[in-house]
Structure formats: C-alpha cells, structure tokens
C-alpha cells in the first residue's frame, strides 16, 4: 500500500460541497469515481478541507491509500483524463505513509470576495457575493484586525458543529481591494464550520455601518453566534492554499 | 415608438450563440424573452455582433424599438431582474430612433485568451484556450503587426459567410502576456465570420514555430483560407467593448 496525495483545484458551482453523500454530486465523490475508473479500487480519501455547497478551491488537498503501482507525479494527468473540467489536480506525489491532509496541516488561507459593482459582471459572478451598497473598506479592515490572534472562536461556528474546542489561532486577516473587488483574506491554523462566511458576514456589516469595527472584540469575547453577523454567501469563499511543513512536501 | 440601446454582457458557455433559434437557447433568444415578460411585447432586437456558440462578451450592444414608457436607464434593474445570472445588462439609455448597434459601430475590440499551464485552473477554463506546447511570444506579436491595416481578410474567414465586401480596417493587434495568460487583443471597424479565431489559430501556430512569423503577409495576400491556422476554439475569445460616436452615445 501506497499513500498518494493531491492539491486539486475545483469550482464548487456545480456540486454539494466537498464531502461524498449518497444522493448528491459532490467533489470528493466525483474524484473517488474518476479513481475507481482510473484504476478500479474503491479508496477512502481524506480531504483537508471539507468545503461547504458552492465554495470553490485553488488548493485543497486530499490523500488516499492505494495498492496500484501508477508513479505518484503520474497520477495528475491520469485522473485528470476521467475528470470533469471543473474539477483539475494541480500536483500528485507519493507521501508518507502516516501523511494526514487535515491534521499535517500549518495553515489554511481563504480569501472572500465580495464585488461592489452596480451590476455584477456574468463573468465574476460565480465567485463573488454582490454587496449593492457602498462598504466602508477602513471599518472592515480594522474589524479584520481584531480578528486575528488565538482566540475561542464560538461566535463565528454554526451551530452543529461536532468540534470541540473552539479555539483556533488566525495569524493573518486582512482585506483589501483587487480590480473591482473587495478581498477578505484570511490565514489560520484550521477553521470552525462557517468561520469565514460568518467572518465575512459580519465585515460586511462593519462596511455598511451596521456594526462597528471596535466590537470585534466584544462579539470574539461573547462566544455567542447571535452577535456576530449572517453567514455570507458561499459562492465568494476560495480556499487558496494549505502550507505543510518541508518534511510533508 | 423609442428605441431602447442596452450594452449587454455575458458568459456565452450556456449558450448556442447570440443569434435567436427556434430550437437552441442563446443570448438574443433569452433577452428577448426578458423584454417580453417585462412588457408583454414581442420586439425585434439588432446585436452589434453576433457572437458564437461559447463566445462571451463583456460589452455587446443591442437596440429594439418599444411602445413601453419605462424610461431608458430603468431597462437595465428592470431587465436584470428577469435575466438569469450569466446575462447582464450593464447600461441602458434611449437611443437615437436611427441609433444601429452594428452599421453605427466606429470600432470593436476583441480579446482571445490563452493558457499555457500544465493544467488548467477550473476558475479560468470557461475563458480560455489550453495550449499545452511553449509559446514563442516573440513570433505571435511579429505574425500580430503584420494583421494591422486595411486588407482583403478573405484568408480569415470561414466558408458559408454571406459577406460581399471581405475588406475591413485592423486598427490594433498586439500579443502579451496577463499573468498565466497569453492575450491577443484585437480592434477593428468589423470583423468576418471567424475572424479573430482564425487569427487565433494562425497566431498559435506561430508561437509554435508551425508557421513562421513573416507569413502573416502572405496568407493574407493569399486570400485562401487554407492558407491561415485552424480556427481556434470559441471559449477564449471575449467581445470587449464597441465604440461608437460621440452623438450616438
């Protein structure tokens, strides 16, 4: 038995998430299917992250065991082949045999995109959420400030979240605007189920003046998911990259 | 009667082309059911270009006469609403009663996108050409200088076009480099059926060293579609923006 892993990139428009479900279309399901054909073993794979319906991803990784002898750099171009159009592998390699996507992981990026247009171009619009009103980027970005350090993150986890401790360490959040949108970047060391949206449902309020961006700490501090703001749509969350150390990669 | 002018935008991956059929979905066909649910009349719209199958733009211009009193910049809410996403109007104004999107047009400008990644990002697939071999980026802006001037592009366009005159005015074509991308960005007063993908083609075959550079001339001299590349592929090709007069706008 070999463990291979792969960075696969997907748009998440037409599938229900990350994770296999019986009665839907989602991405790990599709990649188990293109496995299965590429080399008929039905594999248990591990995602590092478990993306929710419509996010989509530069970078996630995923591992699985296999006992097919198809080299590691070779299994890129091969699944590819059986794989739809929004759905790529990026790299593939042979890891080490105890290589955990989720729990080798050092950080997450994410970014949230949120577009400002009037009307919103047919061409961003699968990876943006609209905002009509005018966001105040200054107020965002100091909310975004508060947001980082090591702090028990319950006010930003949905609930039915199985996790049990809240605590997270988020080493960078910044926003800042790229073209015609507004970009919420995010670094952190893992994510609770609905962090980000609900981080960016609630800079987004901070933007349109409904919060404001000194409460940051107060809603951190009240572990309460009413205080913070809505979980923002999933279509503008991307998770961009997963850092391992030297020895993973 | 008025005339309404829309600038419209869309993502053509959905599509059968601009042009209304009785059997396929396209971008005219769905507009102008938009316009009819919005006002119950069944209108007779004139597209600046007649885009492909799979062809995008970001700036079509569109005209139809009315009965209706809504005023000229209330079509683009009003038509939006009732558009699905991948169609938008961008702008809408009253247009001159003898305002003609296409015989009016002072110059339209076109982008041809493509990718020379290994793999192809799944957020950039629907708006660009993969080519998997290196690219001389060199030899494509030399074959593109030559495209410039007032020629018979008869070398340039498809059999079946209905066209008399295959004279047209190139006014821009240059080649360079947008992040991952190889742009090849034309403007012209009009351009023949398959034009720019030809010129796609031909300028592809070039960056592979197929073609030399110092041919451009004498394929277009040629007149002889055999001559020129093969028609590139419609998804990396964006109809960008048209130019019209100061008065007509």
Redesign the interface.
Known sequence: MRRIALTI???GTAYSGWQAQANAVTVEGTLREAIRRLCGEEVVTIGASRTDAGV?A?GNVVAFDTESPIPGGNW?PAL?SFLP??????RSWEAEDDFHPRFNAHSKRYEYRIATDE?????R?R?VCGVRETLDLEAMAEGAKAFVGTHDYSAFCSAGAQTESKVRTVTRCEVYREGPEIVIGVEGDGFLYNMIRILAGTLIDMGRGAKAPESMSTILGSLDRAKAGPTAPPQGLMLVRIRYGEDER
């Open positions: 990139a997907y748009d989509h530069l890129r590819n159009q929004d759905i790529r592998v990026m009307v919103i171009s047919p061409i619009c990876y």
